[in-house]
């Protein structure tokens, strides 16, 4: 008999006389000759309930199960008479497929707290809550592709393993098969020359400047894929393992890049709306009660477009008392970023035109000189979801700028011949995907949003 998936169960328009369901027991209560069965199977947020009746051969298999263990269940799918739920399985037959020692299972029928789950990482998505959240994490992943596809960009697998660094903040893990400690008798340390590439490699911190390449070939591009930052802030927002979802267009610029990012942000958000109501409606009543009125502020609502100088403007005449002192050339801080989103626009505001100083060699140098074509947008209690810019696309301007960061043009040549061989303004952004994560769900601590958290002095699992 074919495996009906619980969720296949639950949305059944009729009664059916055989099915056969397996998954892990959540709860078991026993009454006067009946046991009931909670069983979830990692579709759907709701459990099946399986009803062993003690006069039936199926109840001889009660007494190895208990909270946690996988079952086989065959039976009827019947109505049921009770309110929490539309259909319910008579047990005829029930297999233990593996047991959960009662004493030692960690996920007792308590509500466990973030930290303790953290701690189980490997066991918390067989809860309601991190079930729910790796759902909408799997749904808005494919959102992403989806929403690309619409538009005719092209998916590009940016690589893992870079000789460059992309942001120039040297943030970077290094890759090497080197001998930690070099065996007896080696005269002196080997270096990158003799190192697996012959250089210096590390984990990439971004794909843009791939993307930048792709872009300036196949027009609209993107990447989604892990990066990898060895900042040591131990902050609820920074994972040194995180995932970016990296758009890049040709002949575009910063107007078309803010476009892009609040159309992708919208887009997104509405499409977990409509396809993840019933595992957000789980963070929206235990996580966080304002969810659905953000949500629908951002899915629905134009954002708020300011330029750095008002930014600063309006931060200095807040009357608020900021750890860190607001001035004209200063970077933004969270504070700064949630005063902005979420007491002064009440909504996103994309914030652009920074000073030069303080953002990366490639954004494009603005006519005044002083400032660069770049963006970040702003979303309430994240604070940077986006960061992105116009390109630099002339060939004197950015080797100027790349000795301005001390970066050698020898090691960008790939870079700069995309501006010596037909050269055209191009465009894109950067968006955390697990930022996107904790806006959606109300959660505050980005640990809780990815599989397993890296972070640092921790990597378990
Ligand atoms: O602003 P960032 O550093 O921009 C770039 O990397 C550009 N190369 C992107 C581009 O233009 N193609 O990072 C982009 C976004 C941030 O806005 C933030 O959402 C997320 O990536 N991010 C992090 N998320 C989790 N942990 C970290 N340590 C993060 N650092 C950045
Ligand atoms: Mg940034």
New binding site residues.
Partial sequence: MRRTRVLEALSSTQARDAILVKGWVRTRRDAKGLSFLEINDGSCLKNLQVIVDAATPAAAALDTITTGAAVEVEGALVASPGKNQQWEVHANALQLLGGADPDSYPLQKKRHTDEFLRSIAHLRPRTNKYGALFRIRSEAAFAVHQFFRQRGFHHLHAPIITGSDCEGAGEMFRVTTLPVSPPPGTPERAGAADDFFGKEANLTVSGQLEAELFACSLGNVYTFGPTFRAENSNTPRHAAEFWMIEPEMAFADLQDDMDLGEDLVRGLVNHVLEHCAADLELFARFVDPDLMANLRTIAEESYVRMPYTEAIAVLQRSGKAFQFPVAYGVDLQTEHERYLTEEHCKKPVMVYNYPKEIKSFYMRLNDDGQTVAAM?LLVPRIG?LI?GSQREERLGVLERRLGEFDLRPQDYWWYLDIRRFGTAPHAGF?LGFERFLMMVTGVTNIRDVIPFPRTPKHLEF
Wanted: proline share 0%; no cysteine; glycine share 50%.
């Fill in positions: 970040d940077e960061g950067g």
